[in-house]
């Protein structure tokens, strides 16, 4: 079975940083359009950031500028670096592979003074 395991996520001041990690087994990654997504609570869960296959990278407006999706072919892991983090990044975030349509359990992303 796909597992996709999240790690990365905490409390955070604004203005700083953190590197989500999307670790994959039993599907290599690099052949497929990976996603993180968020949800924040009362809202609908939202498309962060995506990458394909060919490393083709896709940005919602409120984050552009400021996160980074990439990816370790060797390690078949996906990140998200997230950067001059704001209040409202906080959400749980979640790992994504659309053509299975298949989650990870979410990483709970704080961003608090």
């Known amino acids: 079975q796909v597992q996709l395991v999240e790690s990365g996520g905490g409390l955070v001041q604004p203005g700083g940083s953190l590197r989500l990690s999307c670790a994959a087994t039993?599907?290599?990654?690099?052949?497929?359009?990976m996603a993180w997504h968020r949800q924040a609570p009362g809202k609908q869960r939202e498309l962060v950031a995506s990458?394909?296959?060919?490393?083709?990278?896709n940005y919602a407006d409120s984050v552009k500028g400021r996160f980074t999706i990439s990816r370790d072919i060797a390690k078949n892991t996906v990140y998200l670096q997230m950067n001059s983090l704001k209040p409202e990044d906080t959400a749980v975030y979640y790992c994504?592979?659309?053509?299975?349509?298949?989650w990870g359990q979410g990483t709970q992303v704080t961003v608090s003074s």
């Open positions: 994504h592979v659309p053509v299975v349509d298949f």
């Open positions: 039993r599907i290599t990654s690099s052949m497929y359009t």
């Open positions: 990458i394909t296959s060919v490393g083709s990278t």
